[in-house]
Nanobody
Framework: QEQLVESGGGLVQAGGSLRLSCAAS????????MGWFRQTPGKEREFVGT????????YYADSVKGRFTISRDNAKNMLYLQMNSLKFEDTADYYC???????????????????WGQGTQVTVSS
C-alpha cells in the first residue's frame, strides 16, 4: 500500500529554519512528481512548491520563493522541504503529495495529486 509520511515539523522562532521530510513507501515514487502544500484551519490547502520526478524542475509559491527549497532523493524514496527565514504566517500543517507524471512539471493544485501524507504541524512563533 502506497504511503507518504511527513516528519520534521515543530515549533520554531521567526527567522529560524526547519527541514521537513516525506518518506514514501509501498512503491517507488522515483517517476512521480511530488509537492508540498500547507493548510491552516478554515482555509483551503495552499500550494507551497512542486518538484519534477527527476528533480530537475522546481516551482514555488511566491510567498515562499527564496526561503523554501524542495529536494528529493529518489534512491531513498524521500522528499524534503528546507524552510529558512520562517515567518509567523508560515504556521500551518504541511502535507507532501505525489502524482504519476504528467504533462507538465508545474502542478500547483491539490487535485493534481493522487497520494497524500497525513501532515506535520509547523508553528512559527513571532
Amino acid at each position: 500500500q502506497e504511503q507518504l509520511v511527513e516528519s520534521g515539523g515543530g515549533l520554531v522562532q521567526a527567522g529560524g529554519s526547519l527541514r521537513l521530510s516525506c518518506a514514501a513507501s509501498g512503491r517507488s515514487f522515483s517517476t512521480y512528481a511530488m509537492g508540498w502544500f500547507r493548510q491552516t484551519p478554515g482555509k483551503e490547502r495552499e500550494f507551497v512548491g512542486t518538484i519534477s520526478w527527476t528533480g530537475g524542475a522546481t516551482y514555488y509559491a511566491d510567498s515562499v520563493k527564496g526561503r523554501f527549497t524542495i529536494s528529493r532523493d529518489n534512491a531513498k524514496n524521500m522528499l524534503y522541504l528546507q524552510m529558512n527565514s520562517l515567518k509567523f504566517e508560515d504556521t500551518a500543517d504541511y502535507y507532501c503529495a505525489a502524482t504519476r507524471c504528467c504533462q507538465s512539471d508545474y502542478l500547483p493544485r491539490p487535485g493534481d495529486y493522487e497520494y497524500w501524507g497525513q501532515g506535520t504541524q509547523v508553528t512559527v512563533s513571532s
